[in-house]
């Protein structure tokens, strides 16, 4: 089930991202001297028709909106289920879970706010929001990995993502001091992050594989079968 759920939502996604792909080409055409791809929407945005261009940009806040209360919703729950409540506090008590829960996704709150005030009238912000992206599909090349490799460990995954993730934040950083990526001008922290997530997951599933079944006494195995040893009947 879970292999095609998979291929189902990867055909389903597939057209809204060459629809990008065709925005970005039509930018490129239409305006030559395209400082980034980052801008692409944005000058096709401001060279549209008042009445499309407000559609499309009501569009675009209206999904942004959507996402971003569950997202500081789930950043407050995996802090308080995965880190205070397993590893803090493992008996603490259900008011004081939701106390902890209330604090933790009201200053996700407050921090976004701040990141967008202190970024306000800045291109950072754009580098900020496609690394994002980056990191989710990133994910789903481990997710990937971990439905159609059966090699794929637990640890191989989890070492995947902290690799993927720091050389992700390593190159947008980078390219925000120097103006241009460590390696090549081309090439980004979206191919670079995908491909480290490929690469350090196969490496990490390798090297930490998952231990096997446990032995159970009451069974050895002979001539390839499974059979159980029984006490003599005397």
Sequence with gaps: ????????????????????????????????????????????????NPVAGGILLASILAAVLSTISPIILAAGTM???????????????????????????????????????????????LDIVYFAYTLRGCLFVVLLL?????????????WGMIITAATGFFWVAYKAVTGHYPIHPGLSET????????????????????PGPPANNKFSKKGGGTTQQRKPVH
């Design 79 to 125: 802090f308080t289920k995965d880190i205070y409540q397993r590893k803090l506090c493992p008996g603490a008590s259900d008011r004081q879970v939701l106390r902890v829960s209330r604090i933790t996704t009201a200053a996700s709150g407050i921090f976004c706010i701040l990141a967008a005030i202190l970024l306000y009238d800045s291109s950072r912000i």
């Design 1 to 48: 089930m879970a292999k095609k759920s998979a291929m189902l939502t990867a055909f389903l996604v597939a057209p809204f991202g060459l629809l990008t792909a065709f925005l970005g080409m039509a930018a490129k055409v239409k305006f030559p001297g395209l400082a980034s791809g980052k801008q692409a929407l944005p000058t096709l945005m401001m060279a549209m």
């Design 146 to 158: 971990g439905i159609y490799w059966k090699n794929t460990s637990q640890q191989g995954a989890v």
């Design 191 to 210: 191919y670079v992050s995908v491909l480290v997530a490929f690469l350090s997951t196969v490496l990490f599933s390798l090297l930490f594989k998952n």
